[in-house]
C-alpha cells in the first residue's frame, strides 16, 4: 500500500472519555442531533425518577452521571451534591463529582473528593485511580504510585491501575518497570489499545525495537486511525535507522490529521516528501 500526502489540512475533534463510577462514562458534549435528543429524553425521564423519589441518593447519582455524559458539569455536580447529602457514605457520588469537578478544572476540590470517596469506602478502587491520575498529572509521582498500588491492592487484576502505574514509572524514568505494567495490562485487556502505545514507547526506549514495532503494528491493528500508534510506529522505525519505514508511518500519521504539528514535525525530520508516495510495509 502506498501513501501520498497533500497540502491540505483539517482538525479532527477528538472527545476523550473519562469512566464514571459505576461503569459510566464521561465525554465532551453530543454533537450528533439525534444522539443529544436521547440523552434529554433520558434525562427527562431520570428527572421523573428523582421526583417520584426526592430522598434516593442513587436517583440523583444516576442523573448527575447523565448530565456529565452531555458536559453539563455543573448540573452533574449538583445532584452528586444532592447525593451525598442525603447518603454521606456513598462513595460512588463524591467519585463522580470528583470527575465533574476535574473536567471543570478544579484539581483540589476534585483531590478532596477522591479523600471522601476513599474515607467512606476504604475498598473502592476506583477513587484511588482517580486521585492518582490526578497526582501524576501534577507530578506528584509518589503519591500517584501509592495510589496505583493502593488499588492493585484491592483487586490484582486493575487493568487502568496498571496502565497508570506504568505511566507514572515511564515519567519517573523506570522504562523497564513501565513495561511489565504495560504487560500486565494487555493480559488483562489484550484489546485495549493504549497499553500496546505506551508499553512501545518504554521499549523504544531501552532499544528493543522489535518488540516496539510488534506493539504499535498491533495498536494498529486494533485501532487503524490512532495517530499516537502511527507516530510511534515511525518512531521505532527513525531510532532503527530504516528511514523509508519511518517516512511512511509519518505519512499515514499526518494522512489522519493532517493538522497535527507532531506528525508534521516528524515527518520534517526523517526528510519526508509531501509530493512522495511511500510504502506501508509490515
Known amino acids: 500500500m502506498t501513501r501520498r500526502i497533500g497540502h491540505g489540512a483539517w482538525a479532527a475533534a477528538a472527545a476523550g472519555a473519562l469512566a464514571l463510577a459505576g461503569c459510566q462514562s464521561m465525554s465532551g458534549p453530543v454533537v450528533d442531533p439525534q444522539v443529544y435528543a436521547a440523552q434529554e429524553v433520558n434525562i427527562d425521564s431520570l428527572s421523573q425518577a428523582v421526583a417520584r423519589n426526592p430522598s434516593d441518593p442513587d436517583a440523583y447519582n444516576t442523573r448527575g452521571a447523565a448530565y456529565a455524559r452531555i458536559g453539563n458539569y455543573d448540573k452533574a455536580i449538583a445532584d452528586f451534591t444532592q447525593a451525598v447529602k442525603i447518603n454521606p457514605g456513598f462513595a460512588k457520588a463524591y467519585a ?93 485487556d489484550v484489546n485495549a489499545v493504549p497499553p500496546y502505545i505506551a508499553r512501545g514507547q518504554s521499549e523504544i526506549a531501552v532499544g528493543d525495537i522489535k518488540e516496539a514495532i510488534d506493539d504499535f503494528n498491533t495498536a494498529i491493528s486494533l485501532d487503524p486511525k490512532n495517530l499516537d500508534a502511527w507516530l510511534g510506529r515511525g518512531a521505532a522505525y527513525e531510532k532503527a535507522n530504516d528511514l523509508q519505514h519511518a517516512r511512511a508511518a509519518y505519512a499515514r500519521a499526518i494522512e489522519i490529521n493532517p493538522a497535527s504539528n507532531v506528525a508534521r514535525g516528524d515527518f520534517a525530520r526523517v526528510g519526508g516528501d509531501y509530493n512522495q508516495s511511500y510504502s506501508l510495509l509490515n
Open 96 to 188: 463522580n463529582r470528583a470527575l465533574a469537578e476535574d473536567k471543570l478544572g478544579n484539581r483540589n476540590a476534585a483531590l478532596a473528593d477522591y479523600g471522601r470517596a476513599i474515607q467512606a469506602d476504604q475498598n473502592y478502587g476506583i477513587a484511588y485511580v482517580g486521585r492518582g491520575n490526578l497526582y501524576r498529572q501534577a507530578g506528584q509521582l509518589q503519591q500517584a504510585l501509592a495510589d496505583y498500588q493502593a488499588a492493585l491492592n484491592i483487586d490484582p487484576h486493575n487493568a487502568q491501575a496498571l496502565h497508570n502505574q506504568g505511566l507514572t514509572y515511564q515519567l519517573q524514568g523506570q522504562q523497564q518497570a513501565a513495561i511489565d505494567s504495560f504487560g500486565r495490562a494487555i493480559t488483562l
